[in-house]
Structure formats: structure tokens, C-alpha cells
């Protein structure tokens, strides 16, 4: 098991960027894929972006693609998610996900959660 936390998360205006942070405790960070969701009140968690062990594949929903970027630094048992060209519609809240073996993007496949940051988006 390893434990997670969120962080970086806030207010920003259309157009602007956000940088979350997820860092890893417990077991061997770098034996995990790590996997970005997010939740809007009232609807399901979503896929947002996913990065494998030595950060060297990534996947990303299509909503996201050409704006924000994955990437992790396994030194500081670290991932990051770069937000660029921000848009109302990705006000949620932000969760990092682990799971080992390959990257998914749904959400059943990960097994140890964050508690969430949120990000807010406004016009």
C-alpha cells in the first residue's frame, strides 16, 4: 500500500495554468503507475491522465490532450500535473490514484487514493 497526497490545487482564471502535486509515501513509489481522476458535483470520476513506472508512457483523456501534461520524478517519490489553458469545465476535484502493473483509465483499477485537491476555474 502507499499513501497519497494531493496538493496544488486552488482558484484560477480561464486561460490560466495550475500545477498539481501528488507525493507518494509507505511502499517503493516507483513499483506504481499513478493515474490523475477528477469529480464534478453530482457526476462520476473521471479519467484525466495516467503515467507507468518510469514515467516514460503516458495516456490522457481526450478532453485534456494538448493541455495538460503528466509526468512524475520517482527521486521524490513525486507526480505532477501540469494544467495549461484552463477552462470553467475543469473546476473538480482532483485525486492522484496508484495501482501496480500497467496504466488504466478507469477508475476500478486503482487501489490506493488521495483525498483530493480542488481546483476551481473561473470565467
Known amino acids: 500500500q502507499v499513501q497519497l497526497r494531493e496538493s496544488g490545487g486552488g482558484l484560477a482564471q480561464a486561460g490560466g495554468s495550475l500545477r498539481l502535486t501528488c507525493a507518494a509515501s509507505g511502499r517503493t513509489f516507483s513499483y506504481y503507475a499513478v493515474g490523475w481522476f477528477r469529480q464534478r458535483p453530482g457526476k462520476e470520476r473521471q479519467f484525466v491522465a495516467a503515467?507507468?513506472?518510469?514515467?516514460?508512457?503516458?495516456d490522457s483523456a481526450d478532453s485534456v490532450k494538448g493541455r495538460f501534461t503528466i509526468s512524475r520524478d520517482n527521486a521524490k517519490n513525486t507526480v505532477y500535473l501540469q494544467m495549461n489553458s484552463l477552462k470553467p469545465d475543469d473546476t473538480a476535484v482532483y485525486y492522484c490514484?496508484?495501482?501496480?502493473?500497467?496504466?488504466?483509465?478507469?477508475?476500478?483499477?486503482?487501489?490506493?487514493w488521495g483525498q483530493g485537491t480542488q481546483v476551481t476555474v473561473s470565467s
Open positions: 503515467i507507468n513506472q518510469s514515467g516514460g508512457s503516458t
Open positions: 490514484a496508484a495501482r501496480l502493473g500497467a496504466i488504466r483509465g478507469y477508475d476500478l483499477a486503482y487501489n490506493d
